[in-house]
């Protein structure tokens, strides 16, 4: 059995004001690292990238790199409003050791089909680094169509895409995209069902906040122990509920926190949790599984080991 691709796309941790949390980081990673994912992106969605100081966005790529060297896979968001902006990222990032650029679709203006695929070739002529597409159409308002995809798929150094929407759509470009051009699948709710059918290549910003979890779905996967991912998939989809009743970026930062991860997660404009949003969250079975590393949706299913930080050296 061919192991899964599983990318933790990570917060970013600040300080109070606003800096990077650089411990935070590190404990991060290790964290990712340490629970076997395969790869991380950084400066993702979930982790603000578009929040960030100028200066904040160079020191998380440069930390990154340097916590994570020959970790595993290390892809860096890059997308932001513009071609211009965007490419000034890229040229950031050509002077770095990673290996993936993912870019958005441009976001706040809208353009169309034709304006997409010249904006992601130029970029990928730009690029030292293998080219990602991010199709987020319900962050963005733009969503990158199946014919659009398929003619960037013939750029060479255009590798992949992370496609965030309906998974109508990723199966149709699944079943007729090219073999060698990764689609790398967003779709938290749905792990064990995807390994199960064959779909290989994950990646979500919950997994980073559960990284056991999600190993624990394909440790499970791999012995064909379904009921047992099953069990395991309850537990993140669980998770995945009290991020959007809540906030997802102030409860991935206080759990982060209650998990030994220090930083905040959720920059401004984010309000913080009131006392009792915190304590209704900390009371949730499957916060408190999280914070102590089980899962415990049904009586058979297995401890899952609690992580130990080891920082990279």
């Given at each position: 059995?061919?192991?899964?691709?599983?990318?933790?796309?990570?917060?970013?941790?600040?300080?109070?004001?606003?800096?990077?949390?650089?411990?935070?980081?590190?404990?991060?990673l290790a964290d990712q690292w340490n629970s076997g994912m395969?790869?991380?992106?950084?400066?993702?969605?979930?982790?603000?990238?578009?929040?960030?100081?100028?200066?904040?966005?160079?020191?998380?790529?440069d930390s990154a790199i340097e916590f994570s060297r020959g970790?595993?896979?290390?892809?860096?968001?890059?997308?932001?409003?513009?071609?211009?902006?965007?490419?000034?990222?890229?040229?950031?990032?050509?002077?770095?050791?990673?290996?993936?650029?993912?870019?958005?679709?441009?976001?706040?203006?809208?353009?169309?089909?034709?304006?997409?695929?010249?904006?992601?070739?130029?970029?990928?002529?730009?690029?030292?680094?293998?080219?990602?597409?991010?199709?987020?159409?319900?962050?963005?308002?733009?969503?990158l169509e199946l014919e659009t995809v398929q003619q960037l798929?013939?750029?060479?150094?255009?590798?992949?895409?992370?496609?965030?929407?309906?998974?109508?759509?990723?199966?149709?470009?699944?079943?007729?995209?090219?073999?060698?051009?990764?689609?790398?699948?967003?779709?938290?709710?749905?792990?064990?069902?995807?390994?199960?059918?064959?779909?290989?290549?994950?990646?979500?910003?919950?997994?980073?906040?559960?990284?056991?979890?999600?190993?624990?779905?394909?440790?499970?996967?791999?012995?064909?122990?379904?009921?047992?991912?099953?069990?395991?998939?309850?537990?993140?989809?669980?998770?995945?509920?009290?991020?959007?009743?809540?906030?997802?970026?102030?409860?991935?930062?206080?759990?982060?926190?209650?998990?030994?991860?220090?930083?905040?997660?959720?920059?401004?404009?984010?309000?913080?949790?009131?006392?009792?949003?915190?304590?209704?969250?900390?009371?949730?079975?499957?916060?408190?599984?999280?914070?102590?590393?089980?899962?415990?949706?049904?009586?058979?299913?297995?401890?899952?080991?609690?992580?130990?930080?080891?920082?990279?050296?």
């Amino acid at each position: 059995m061919i192991r899964p691709t599983l990318i933790a796309a990570i917060g970013t941790p600040l300080t109070k004001t606003d800096g990077l949390h650089r411990e935070g980081l590190e404990s991060h990673l290790a964290d990712q690292w340490n629970s076997g994912m395969t790869g991380v992106l950084v400066a993702g969605t979930m982790g603000a990238m578009q929040m960030l100081t100028d200066a904040t966005y160079r020191q998380l790529i440069d930390s990154a790199i340097e916590f994570s060297r020959g970790k595993g896979e290390i892809m860096v968001g890059a997308g932001d409003t513009s071609f211009a902006r965007t490419r000034e990222r890229i040229r950031f990032l050509n002077d770095r050791k990673i290996d993936g650029a993912v870019v958005l679709s441009p976001y706040f203006m809208r353009f169309s089909q034709t304006e997409l695929i010249d904006y992601f070739q130029s970029l990928a002529e730009i690029s030292k680094h293998p080219l990602f597409l991010y199709d987020l159409p319900i962050l963005t308002g733009t969503k990158l169509e199946l014919e659009t995809v398929q003619q960037l798929s013939q750029h060479p150094n255009i590798r992949g895409i992370k496609c965030s929407g309906d998974f109508s759509a990723t199966r149709q470009l699944l079943d007729t995209i090219s073999a060698d051009f990764r689609v790398i699948v967003a779709q938290a709710d749905l792990v064990d069902v995807l390994l199960r059918h064959g779909v290989r290549e994950h990646l979500d910003g919950v997994f980073s906040l559960a990284p056991l979890w999600i190993k624990a779905i394909e440790r499970a996967a791999s012995q064909s122990d379904w009921a047992t991912a099953a069990n395991c998939q309850q537990q993140l989809s669980g998770l995945l509920r009290i991020l959007k009743k809540y906030g997802v970026f102030q409860v991935f930062s206080l759990l982060a926190n209650a998990r030994g991860i220090p930083g905040n997660f959720a920059p401004p404009p984010f309000r913080r949790l009131s006392e009792a949003e915190q304590a209704a969250v900390m009371n949730e079975p499957i916060a408190k599984n999280l914070i102590h590393g089980t899962t415990d949706t049904a009586s058979d299913t297995p401890t899952v080991d609690t992580i130990e930080f080891e920082p990279s050296k």
